[in-house]
Nanobody, 124 residues
Framework: EVHLVESGGGTVQAGGSLRLSCAASGFTFDDYARGWFRQVPGKQREGVACISSTDGRTYYADSVKDRFTISRDNAKNTVFLQMNSLTLEDTAVYYC?????????????????WGQGTQVTVSS
């Protein structure tokens, strides 16, 4: 059975950092682009960052550029999201996702496999 499992969420003060991890199991994701999305209640899920499976191309939402970094370790089937300089607006449930294509995307509908989500709360 194929799974994506996020970890690393929690509560952090504004200006702090967190590192999210997403471990994949049940399948080798070498040919899958991997992404991170986030969602707050009442709002649409937002694409945060995505990384290609092959050439390291990345996509970042404007709101997180220069603060967040996505990376992957194919040997461990894991993708990471390093989040620095966190603000109150970064508070959300963060989801990792996998796409059956090596090309990065910011569109939710391009991803067919999702984790259960991990809560990130930034406090003042």
């Amino acid at each position: 059975e194929v799974h994506l499992v996020e970890s690393g969420g929690g509560t952090v003060q504004a200006g702090g950092s967190l590192r999210l991890s997403c471990a994949a199991s049940g399948f080798t994701f070498d040919d899958y682009a991997r992404g991170w999305f986030r969602q707050v209640p009442g709002k649409q899920r937002e694409g945060v960052a995505c990384i290609s499976s092959t050439d390291g191309r990345t996509y970042y939402a404007d709101s997180v550029k220069d603060r967040f970094t996505i990376s992957r370790d194919n040997a461990k089937n894991t993708v990471f999201l390093q989040m620095n300089s966190l603000t109150l607006e970064d508070t959300a449930v963060y989801y990792c996702a996998a796409r059956v294509s090596p090309t990065p995307s910011k569109r939710e509908r391009d991803f067919g496999l999702w984790g259960q989500g991990t809560q990130v709360t930034v406090s003042s």
